[in-house]
């Protein structure tokens, strides 16, 4: 199909106009009181990064106390404090918030051809209910912690005399977060697309976003009020989830999962909105199969809803439940597959550009598809019985998590740095961070999953001498990896400090967020964009654009 896009002339002369968005006013109030969708984007990067690390702390702890059977730091009691520490601040103060929240408020509207998001206020309003639980998510460490790993299983959050009321109600405040966030994000995408954009014209960027605002508005609800209820469970005892009360544990579980898993794909479109971009860009070739691409995140957002009871097929439910939940599960791999098969074909014979953004895409590419395919294995219910809660599901759940979403975000982040900051990082140490980010995974996980597969229980903090090796071999590639996130934020820290001008299109994007001024300018264009044919068409890209420095 040939397409052709819309070129913007990105400077024209208007006197009086703002440089860019960064520079367009200073102060701290500036930032604080913003209501322009890049700023608050800025500000949850920041955010989200920060909850990262210290996320990766905690998982780095966790491996050094592993590395003794009988453990080497810190008390059965603490151990569980430190890796439900690291799991809840990973899940919910960075991969779920981190790309829709940085990324999604920094490129979303640019990609519409916007000025900003349709309600401004209410997108501030997210940032400061994010700001908010994670305030209180640290405050319920100074008030004694939380011991009940990030699922939070009644009936030991009933019990346990941590504090779950005060982490529950910072999972509340960023329940509404997300919701505010999604709502946005849809009445963003219907009302201010750009004269022509249809949707059929959207970057898939816009469709993956547009799938997991659905996920966020109908799915975080249910979340919201199960803690809650956990809340006037433990304070009240109303007897809802503890068996001594008439309550049923496993109900909790139900409705856990009934948004959790939904929520595993509110953290993965995202990322394969960005693998979209980054394949289409840096292999200088249309994207095979847009449509099919597009439709597949709607029925990956459907099915998620179906698919809960897979986590539960030792809980005691229903023999024909468990067939029709290991039904979709391996249903649901079909649009995920679709999106796999459809990379790999824009990548062959394109033009590829071997730099950070894309080597990062290929190791999602790789990472994702183990990740992927050990899913589909842990959906077949003989193989599931004697793999649940050992640490294949570790290394699963890893793979896809943080080997595929983090992968993805670190690819979105070094494809849209120049465009978001002007400036751009030094190219050969981001390639050498992404090498060592890489190998560091996989020796993490890779033993996991042999562990797994032998029995190693998952959640323990001791274990016997047969997994001595594996769980050493596990700790030195975590501390790999960890050298190669340090030195990654390295660099991207050095890139603001030494200012070294970007080019006004980096990577020769034909989307609209490319045919903006670097860095954009306050309300994005200086004149509305107007769309008159297809995306993903590089045959009519002006590389002149290509060859000029920002000024």
């Known amino acids: 199909m040939t397409t052709n896009v819309p070129v913007i002339d990105a400077h024209p002369t208007v006197p009086g106009l703002p440089k860019n968005y960064l520079n367009c006013s200073r102060g701290f109030m500036s930032w604080a009181g913003t209501l322009d969708h890049k700023r608050i984007g800025i500000m949850y990067l920041i955010g989200t990064l920060l909850t990262f690390l210290a996320g990766g702390v905690f998982a780095l702890l966790v491996r050094l106390h592993l590395w003794e059977p009988h453990g080497m730091l810190f008390t059965n009691e603490k151990y569980n404090q430190i890796f439900t520490l690291h799991g809840a601040f990973m899940v919910f103060l960075f991969v779920i918030p981190a790309i829709p929240g940085a990324l999604g408020n920094m490129v979303l509207p640019l990609m519409l051809g916007a000025k900003d998001v349709a309600l401004p206020r209410l997108n501030l309003l997210s940032f400061y209910l994010w700001l908010s639980g994670a305030v209180l998510a640290t405050l319920a460490i100074v008030l004694g912690g939380f011991d009940t790993g990030w699922t939070f299983y009644a009936p030991y959050s009933l019990y346990t005399n941590q504090a779950v009321v005060t982490i529950g109600l910072a999972i509340f405040l960023l329940g509404f977060s997300s919701i ?161 098969f459809s990379w790999v074909a824009t ?158 299109n980096q990577w020769g994007g034909v989307t609209l967020d490319w045919q903006t001024p670097t860095p954009p300018p306050l309300e994005n264009f200086y004149a509305p964009p107007k769309v008159t044919h297809e995306v993903y068409d590089y045959s009519t890209l002006d590389l002149k654009t290509l060859q000029r420095p920002v000024s």
């Open 347 to 504: 990548i062959w014979k394109g033009s590829i550009a071997l730099n950070s953004p894309m080597l990062y895409t290929l190791a999602f590419l790789i990472i994702f598809a183990i990740g992927g395919l050990t899913g589909v294995i842990l959906g077949a219910l003989n193989v599931d019985l004697h793999l649940h809660d050992t640490y294949f599901v570790v290394a699963h759940f890893h793979y896809v998590m943080m080997g595929s979403i983090a992968l993805a975000f670190f690819a979105g982040l070094h494809h849209w740095w120049p465009k978001m900051f002007g400036v751009i990082y030094d190219e050969t140490l981001a390639k050498i961070a992404c090498g060592i980010i890489f190998v560091g995974f996989n020796i993490t996980f890779v033993p996991q999953f042999i562990m797994g597969s032998q029995g190693m229980p998952r959640r323990y903090a001791t274990y016997v001498d047969e997994f001595h090796g594996y769980h050493q071999v596990s700790t030195i590639g975590a501390m790999i990896l960890g050298s190669g996130v340090a030195l990654m934020v390295y660099y991207l820290v050095a890139s603001l400090l030494q200012r070294k001008p970007a080019m006004e």
């Open 180 to 340: 505010f966030t999604g709502l946005n994000f849809i009445v963003t995408t219907h009302k201010l697309r750009a004269a022509g954009l249809t949707w059929f014209r959207m970057p898939l960027f816009v469709w993956a976003i547009y799938a997991t605002a659905i996920l966020q508005v109908l799915a975080t609800p249910v979340l919201g009020i199960t803690v809650l209820l956990v809340a006037f469970e433990r304070l009240y005892h109303i007897g809802i989830f503890d068996p001594r009360l008439g309550g049923d544990p496993v109900l909790f579980e139900h409705f856990f999962w009934f948004y959790s898993h939904p929520a595993v794909y509110i953290m993965v479109l995202p990322a394969f909105g960005i693998i979209s971009e980054t394949v289409s860009v840096h292999s200088r070739k249309p994207l095979f199969g847009y449509k099919l691409i597009a439709f597949s995140s709607l029925a990956i957002a459907i099915i998620s809803f179906l698919v809960w009871g897979h986590h539960m097929f030792t809980s005691g439910q229903s023999t024909y439940a468990m067939f029709a939940f290991s039904f979709l599960t391996f249903f649901v791999a079909i649009p995920t597959a679709i999106k796999e």
